[in-house]
């Protein structure tokens, strides 16, 4: 059975930063392609970042480049978002997924709320 426990979130004012865990079990997570993805109110979900499985290619939306960089530690399984500079419109649902994403394997998220 898959999981995936996504944490870090919280509030924070515009400019600041947030970590963004993700833990995986239940897949060869050394094996896949891991990525975020986010979901706004009233908005669908989209692709934040992902990253290859050896970690060593990895791609970033425009809407984040230079300021969000994911990361990852194959021998924790987990994932990581590392977000910056932190804006109003980043206010959203963060998940994370295999890349494409497996639809059975959606978590909880974690709520990222930027307000001043």
């Known amino acids: 059975q898959v999981q995936l426990v996504e944490s870090g979130g919280g509030l924070v004012q515009p400019g600041g930063s947030l970590r963004l865990s993700c833990v995986a079990s239940?897949?060869?997570?050394?094996?896949?392609?891991m990525g975020w993805y986010r979901q706004a109110p009233g908005k669908e979900r989209e692709l934040v970042a992902r990253?290859?499985?050896?970690?060593?290619?990895?791609y970033s939306a425009a809407s984040v480049k230079g300021r969000f960089t994911i990361s990852r530690n194959n021998a924790k399984s987990t994932v990581y978002l590392q977000m910056n500079s932190l804006k109003p419109e980043d206010t959203a649902v963060y998940y994370c997924?295999?890349?494409?994403?497996?639809?059975?394997?959606w978590g909880q998220g974690t709520q990222v709320t930027v307000s001043s």
């Open positions: 997924n295999t890349f494409p994403a497996t639809q059975g394997n």
């Open positions: 239940g897949i060869s997570f050394s094996l896949v392609t």
């Open positions: 990253i290859s499985s050896g970690g060593s290619i990895t």
